[in-house]
Antibody, heavy 119, light 106 residues
Framework: QVQLQESGPGLVKPSQTLSLTCTVSGDSISRYTYYWSWIRQPAGKGLEWIGHIYSSGSANYNPSLQSRVTISVDTSQNQFSLKLSSVTAADTAVYYC???????????WGQGTLVTVSS | EIVLTQSPATLSLSPGERASLSCRASQSVGTSLAWYQQKPGQAPRLLIYDASYRATGIPARFSGSGSGTDFTLTISSLEPEDFAVYYCQQCSNLLTFGGGTKVEIK
């Protein structure tokens, strides 16, 4: 069974770029015909889908974030990543990486990583 | 954007009781709806997809029903480990989540 683990800076300054990596274990990421997704959750609040990338490399993003988001896959490192530019305090949240065979439902989750945007 | 409204915000019940959680969509989503359970400090877990199909390993006491704009997650008899927050999610038009229902011990 696939396992995922997020990593990256826990503190990012306003206007900078948030960069997170999700390491996939269990098998080579290229052997999974999975969708690799990111979802975030501000403290005490609900869930927001950020976007996903398919094994083929095609990506889809939440329109509300599309101008600032890039999701990519690095098969050599067995990782996929999230970049969110021009961050503000509103981007402070726990960020989850998810993998699964279904484009629309989220099966396998990382434990989540808290990112705080503050100067 | 399709808005999902969950009710009640909090449900206070005792172990062994039946729980019924509601999720209402601002427009029809067909059966493109899922339910997730989240415990404090943990990632959400997929319970139900396509409105009524249990995900792998989910106990039979969890069931989902509904179509169109009105959906229900039912827990037939609450176990101690079922006290958590539950979210619905639609995938008919983009992907959005409801605000959650907290099931707490009475």
């Amino acid at each position: 069974q696939v396992q995922l683990q997020e990593s990256g800076p826990g503190l990012v300054k306003p206007s900078q770029t948030l960069s997170l990596t999700c390491t996939v274990s269990g098998d080579s990421i290229s052997r999974y015909t999975y969708y690799w997704s990111w979802i975030r959750q501000p403290a005490g609040k609900g869930l927001e889908w950020i976007g996903h990338i398919y094994s083929s490399g095609s990506a889809n993003y939440n329109p509300s974030l599309q101008s600032r988001v890039t999701i990519s896959v690095d098969t050599s490192q067995n990782q996929f990543s999230l970049k969110l530019s021009s961050v503000t305090a509103a981007d402070t949240a726990v960020y989850y990486c998810i993998g699964g065979p279904n484009r629309y439902y989220f099966d396998y989750w990382g434990q989540g990583t808290l990112v705080t945007v503050s100067s | 954007e399709i808005v999902l409204t969950q009710s009640p915000a909090t449900l206070s019940l005792s172990p062994g009781e039946r729980a019924s959680l509601s999720c209402r969509a601002s427009q029809s989503v067909g059966t493109s709806l899922a339910w997730y359970q989240q415990k404090p400090g943990q990632a959400p877990r997929l319970l139900i997809y396509d409105a009524s199909y249990r995900a792998t390993g989910i106990p039979a006491r969890f069931s989902g029903s509904g179509s169109g704009t009105d959906f229900t997650l039912t827990i037939s008899s609450l176990e101690p480990e079922d006290f958590a927050v539950y979210y619905c999610q639609q995938c008919s038009n983009l992907l959005t989540f409801g605000g959650g229902t907290k099931v707490e011990i009475k």
